[in-house]
């Protein structure tokens, strides 16, 4: 009985060793397994705009992760700015755009923001639009 105790306790000190290189084995964090966009830029100036004229701006972007890039939505700061995105997945390494359309209906100076979401840790990203709207002639 003396014997099967010691070999029991010398089994316990193996056993923890053991355990805790599963436990550091499995924590460690795999690798980056979603989209990654990449603006190349995240502001537009539309300088001046005529009263009550649309402006377009298209937002240039790329998939730098290594999974597709999903956009799930993307929302402006207001009504008078609609943005339009690809709803299809885009590959790793492609690129896609946002075109912001613009109502300048309101005379005056205008800073607008659309955030962008998608399925990486970087969401949502937010883009920016400004400029002046020209007062209309009386």
């Given at each position: 009985?003396?014997?099967?105790?010691?070999?029991?306790?010398?089994?316990?000190?193996?056993?923890l060793?053991v355990?805790?290189?599963?436990?550091?084995?499995?924590?460690?964090?795999?690798?980056?397994?979603?989209?990654?966009?990449?603006?190349?830029?995240?502001?537009?100036?539309?300088?001046?705009?005529?009263?009550?004229?649309?402006?377009?701006?298209?937002?240039?972007?790329?998939?730098?992760?290594?999974?597709?890039?999903?956009?799930?939505?993307?929302?402006?700061?207001?009504?008078?700015?609609?943005?339009?995105?690809?709803?299809?997945?885009?590959?790793?390494?492609?690129?896609?755009?946002?075109?912001?359309?613009?109502?300048a209906?309101?005379?005056?100076?205008?800073?607008?923001?659309?955030?962008?979401?998608?399925?990486?840790?970087?969401?949502?990203?937010?883009?920016?639009?400004?400029?002046?709207?020209?007062?209309?002639?009386?």
């Amino acid at each position: 009985m003396c014997y099967y105790k010691k070999n029991y306790r010398g089994f316990k000190f193996l056993i923890l060793p053991v355990y805790i290189f599963l436990l550091l084995a499995c924590s460690s964090t795999p690798p980056s397994q979603e989209a990654v966009i990449h603006f190349n830029t995240l502001e537009h100036d539309f300088r001046t705009l005529s009263y009550k004229k649309l402006a377009e701006y298209s937002f240039e972007y790329s998939n730098s992760g290594k999974v597709p890039l999903v956009i799930s939505d993307v929302k402006a700061s207001c009504g008078c700015t609609v943005p339009e995105w690809p709803k299809k997945p885009l590959n790793p390494g492609s690129k896609g755009e946002i075109i912001i359309t613009y109502d300048a209906a309101s005379p005056g100076t205008f800073h607008k923001e659309i955030k962008v979401h998608y399925n990486g840790s970087g969401s949502p990203v937010v883009l920016k639009i400004r400029g002046q709207v020209e007062y209309p002639d009386m």
